[in-house]
């Protein structure tokens, strides 16, 4: 099924991948509550959202209208659409005034970038001779010796889908057998099959029935294999999958942000809160621990200061493949 990139950047996720080794206990010995990564997590996908100017949670449905302008008709009506990734087009229609929307036939519409949300309107021979200047009474071309309008507010409606693809879902390798076919959910595909897949076994780790590890081939557009480097021999093994066009370095981009915070806190909580040092004396015995936290440094200070320098060479290379660049002349 379809999913969402929380389904697999879960807290879990974030405490084995950028937290191992980290005391991640109160004063009392109790774990952090998973809403402190929950809530950290979230916070890392709206601020790369808003950092590179795209959507990575799906967005099924987006509606956005346009304006008609005659001279665009000449490049081909070139439209620029606010939400991306783009990852398909559903539905590309005409309104004017208070007439009913006409509905364009889809494979008039060609996308020129998905990445930048770029797409044109150019007509095939779907109804050609019957669309080409006018469809349900309404002038596509605007301009014409018909109805003279340079300019309609709104004139193009265009249904799509944004952000990045994600599904998930879990698979059973029978006892012999070496791998199994992945096939995705009927009405939804990549807009390539430049996905990335990971997989993981359910359940204990120790004992996979003599299963090793997990690898991945044959990806397309519709599905792709899971292989075991073994086969399981004594009984079935449980694999869990998850699929995403969303890139490997933007992923970890998100992890290293949302790990800043639960550092923060566990830095402050080495010894206790607001503790930079502690001794203990009993019978002539002492011992005396130091940290290196203080009234401006948290304990884990020095792994924040890497996360953060990783970080930003991670966003300077996202923001050259992501950023738009938007020029205006006046």
């Not at 099924?1 to 389904?7: N, T």
């Amino acid at each position: 099924m379809s999913g969402s990139i929380f389904r697999e950047l879960t807290p879990e996720w974030l405490r084995l991948r950028f937290l191992h080794g980290v005391d991640l206990t109160d004063d009392n010995g109790l774990p952090y509550p998973d809403g402190l990564y929950a809530r950290s997590l979230a916070n890392a996908v709206s601020w790369m959202e808003s950092q590179l100017g795209i959507k990575i949670e799906s967005r099924p449905g987006v509606v956005e209208s346009h304006d008609g302008e005659m001279k665009d008709g000449e490049a081909w009506w070139p439209f620029r659409l606010d939400e991306r990734p783009v990852q398909r087009v559903s539905r590309f229609e005409i309104t004017y005034g208070a007439y009913p929307a006409a509905e364009l036939p889809i494979s008039w519409v060609k996308t020129v970038s998905n990445r930048h949300g770029q797409i044109h309107l150019v007509p095939s021979q779907d109804n050609l001779d019957s669309s080409f200047v006018y469809v349900a009474g309404l002038p596509i071309i605007i301009g014409s010796v018909f109805q003279p309008r340079a300019y309609v507010p709104g004139y193009f409606q265009i249904t799509y889908d944004a952000g990045f693809c994600f599904q998930n879902g879990n698979v059973t390798i029978a006892d012999g057998v070496a791998s199994s076919v992945v096939t995705f959910s009927n009405g939804f595909g990549f807009s390539n099959a430049h996905y990335g897949v990971e997989a993981s076994f359910v359940g204990a780790q120790e004992d996979q029935n003599g299963a090793a590890g997990v690898y991945v081939t044959d990806k397309t557009k519709t599905g792709f294999t899971l292989n075991l480097d073994t086969a399981p021999s004594g009984g079935a093994v449980a694999l869990h999958w998850f699929a995403s066009d969303m890139p490997a370095n933007m992923v970890h981009a998100v992890g290293l942000k949302a790990a800043l915070v639960p550092l923060d806190v566990a830095g402050d909580l080495i010894v206790g809160a607001g503790i930079a040092s502690k001794s203990i004396s009993m019978d002539g015995l002492s011992m005396n621990i130091n940290t290196t936290s203080s009234a401006t440094n948290a304990g884990y200070g020095a792994r924040v200061g890497q996360y953060e320098r990783e970080l930003k060479a991670l966003m300077s290379s996202l923001r050259k493949r992501w950023q738009m660049t938007n020029i205006s002349m006046v």
